[in-house]
């Protein structure tokens, strides 16, 4: 009977270890069998938004070619929501060209957002916007589930077009009535006003009003009636002073914010960004957003670099198709580092070959976007390279105000050669340098030593650039190198203060004329000597920051009729000459050139030419010699102009070496007005043969 019962004992054992080891092993197979599934990544284009998705944080995968500058970006490190995703990855340097996943974090509005040229894409600067986002990598973040589908806030998404995330607001029955389901079209974060009618039907209140409610459309459609309708509820809700009582407040982050059926929210994720803390913060499209084309903010132009820029270019046959490719993406990248405008940068462009042609001047296209589409469209117009007939060109008909010349902003030609040139350019070179065109030169694939037996004009590039510095002139070895120089290039361009030739001779002087009053000019004459200082000064180009002047009457005292600062256009200058009045008396030269000194050109800026037009009949009662010397010795260019008695020694002494440049003697008054092209041309001359290191 022991026997029995020890046996049954043992059986009853082994039966307990055989279902626990069985019991074990099934759990390992649940185990292996309950795996946490992958994260799903939603996949957007290139255009998507940041504020079409609703979602406050969430992770997405962009496709490669993002870097096209029609996907618009909006500000610096934080984005505006108007910006493409994609786009603002690759600027924020997360991603490159190739496309991939990132994590996207939706923040606050700022009052402002700064553009800037990174990676490869320019992002512009917005005055303010109601939402912004940030962008990193996409590695998600320990205890935070991301959406695997994204929430639209127009079912006119990539989303809503694949049935992805698409939600459904199903109308409650009416008597009478077999209610179907009608895609909600607009999630809106606003307050508790009627607002939230944009996105909800209104329900009938009894079958027979049937005219007045919406006819049901199949999921996924949107009828005429209800984006119409959604419209002008709008429009009409900001004004409503109480909420509909029939609709749930929206002052709920449930209300305002919903996630895809079966998508967690991980806790704390709605506190990252609340829909609904400022009007449209959640994504909602106005009708005004959704004209992207009419309303889109275009940039005015970076301020800091307001030149005029004419872009010379090689069209010439050695260049070949695929070069001729590489220049053209060239001046597209340029374009577009430059943040063209009205209120910044201008540029048009000549391509030359046998001769030069206009493509499009200054004022054909006012933003980045539009220029770099009208490059894209240059067609290579073949021949020899003649890049000094291209210079002669820009420099007689390009810089003209019917080509959107502004005159206040300064002139840059940027000259591109394959090789060499087949003509000379130094003569062309020169009259645009005196006409204020402050020349670059590129120069790809220079001449090697045995070629350069076959170039027309050896040193070319020096003979043309405004300065021979080295700060004009880029040498760039291969063509396929060519896109390195960009950055160089725009940050030279754009340092005004550095463009040397932009100040000629009629635009970077102080003058001061010292007229004599005394008794043998007579009142008649004397009217003739102001005549002749108007015609003098409507040769100058007069403002604040240009040539500017001031006159001195004298006799044996000194009067001043007007200083540097007192006008500063020209017609202001012409009549504020008209009234000098004649005073009569004697002649004290020397202190009229001390006067002068003190009371005029003490107040001279000191990036100004300081010039003195001295205009006498007479010889002077004092000493003139200490004080001409004073003058020559404070940087004063001094000329003497005389008339009728006046003594030509005196007049050479007072004026700058050489006299024969600086003195003329004029035998009667009524020849005064043959001498203002001398004068002129003395002026121009001596400030053009200034050294061009």
């Known amino acids: 009977m022991g026997i029995v019962v020890l046996t049954m004992k043992a059986s009853v054992i082994e039966m307990f270890l055989v279902l626990l080891a069985t019991g074990i092993h099934s759990n390992k197979d649940m185990t292996k069998k309950i795996k946490r599934p992958k994260l799903t990544v939603p996949q957007i284009n290139c255009d998507v938004k940041a504020g079409k998705i609703i979602n406050p944080e969430f992770v997405v995968k962009c496709p490669a070619g993002c870097q096209d500058p029609k ?14 995703v994609c786009g603002a990855a690759i600027h924020s340097g997360v991603l490159d060209n190739s496309g991939g996943k990132i994590l996207v974090r939706k923040v606050a509005g700022q009052s402002g957002y700064k553009g800037s040229y990174s990676n490869g894409v320019q992002s512009l600067s917005l005055p303010r916007w109601r939402e912004s986002f940030i962008v990193s990598e996409g590695k998600s973040q320990k205890g935070v589930t991301y959406p695997s589908a994204l929430t639209y806030s127009s079912s006119k998404s990539p989303a809503a077009k694949t049935d992805e995330a698409t939600k459904a607001y199903q109308k409650p029955p009416v008597p009478g009535t077999t209610a179907q389901p009608v ?7 606003a307050t508790a006003t009627g607002a939230a009618h944009a996105s909800l039907p209104k329900p009938s209140p009894s079958a027979g009003s049937t005219s007045s409610s919406l006819r049901p459309q199949p999921v996924g459609l949107r009828s005429r009636e209800l984006d119409l309708w959604a419209t002008s509820t709008y429009t009409s809700g900001q004004n409503s002073p109480r909420a509909d009582p029939g609709i749930q407040s929206q002052d709920s982050p449930r209300a305002a914010f919903q996630k895809p059926a079966g998508t967690q929210v991980s806790p704390g994720e709605m506190d990252l960004w609340k829909p609904g803390s400022v009007l449209l913060d959640a994504g909602f499209v106005p009708k005004e957003e959704l004209s992207t084309q009419a309303l889109e903010p275009l940039s005015q132009g970076d301020p800091n670099c307001k030149i005029d820029l004419s872009f010379v ?28 405008g009205p209120a910044g940068p ?9 001769n030069p042609s206009a493509q499009f001047n200054l004022r054909t296209h006012m933003n980045s976007r539009d ?13 020899l390279s003649n890049a000094g007939r291209a210079i002669s060109f820009v420099t007689k008909n390009f810089f003209s105000k019917a080509n959107g010349n502004r005159g206040s902003a300064p002139n840059v030609a940027v000259v591109i050669v394959d090789g060499w040139p087949t003509d000379k350019v130094e003569e062309a070179s020169r009259f645009a340098r005196e006409s204020g065109i402050n020349i670059f030169f590129i120069t790809i694939e220079g001449a090697t030593e045995n070629e350069k037996q076959y170039v027309v004009e050896p040193n070319f590039s020096h003979k043309a650039v405004c300065r021979t510095n080295g700060f004009y002139s880029l040498n760039v ?9 960009v950055q160089a290039l725009v940050k030279r361009v754009c340092d005004t203060d550095r463009l040397a030739c932009s100040k000629t001779c009629l635009n970077s002087a102080d003058i001061g004329f010292v007229i004599d009053g005394s008794s043998s000019v007579g009142t008649g004459n004397f ?12 040769e100058f180009e007069i403002s604040d920051i240009d040539t500017r002047i001031g006159a001195v009457q004298y006799t044996y005292e000194q009067r001043l009729e007007f200083g540097f600062d007192d006008y500063n256009t020209k017609s202001d200058i012409l009549n ?8 009569s008396g004697g002649t004290s030269t020397g202190a009229a050139i001390n006067y002068a000194l003190e009371q005029l050109f003490k107040k001279s800026k000191p990036n100004k030419r300081k010039l003195m037009i001295l205009i006498t009949d007479g010889r002077s009662y004092d000493d003139v010699r200490i004080p001409a010397m004073v003058a020559h010795h404070k940087g004063v260019i001094t000329y003497a102009i005389g008339v009728a008695w006046a003594a030509q020694d005196e007049l050479e002494v007072i004026a700058t070496h050489p006299a024969k440049d600086h003195s003329f003697f004029v035998d009667e008054f009524d020849n005064l007005y043959k001498f203002v092209p001398k004068v002129i041309q003395n002026i121009c001359t001596e400030f053009n043969s200034q050294p061009r290191n």
Do not use: C, P
């Open 71 to 84: 996907y618009h970006v909006y500000g610096t490190d934080i984005y505006a929501s108007y910006s493409s």
């Open 183 to 189: 895609t909600l079209t607009q999630v809106t974060g």
């Open 313 to 340: 270019i090689d069209g010439s046959s050695s260049i070949g198709k695929r070069r001729f490719r590489i220049q053209k993406q060239f001046l597209a990248d340029v374009a577009q580092a430059l943040d063209i």
């Open 346 to 354: 201008l540029m048009g462009i000549v391509q030359y070959g046998d």
């Open 371 to 383: 220029l770099r589409t009208a490059i894209e469209k240059i067609t290579q117009r073949g021949g």
């Open 477 to 485: 070895q291969s063509w396929f190198s060519l896109h390195k120089t």
């Open 527 to 538: 009217r003739t000597v102001l005549q002749f200082v108007a015609n003098l000064s409507k």
């Open 576 to 583: 504020a000459i008209k009234r000098v009045g004649y005073w």
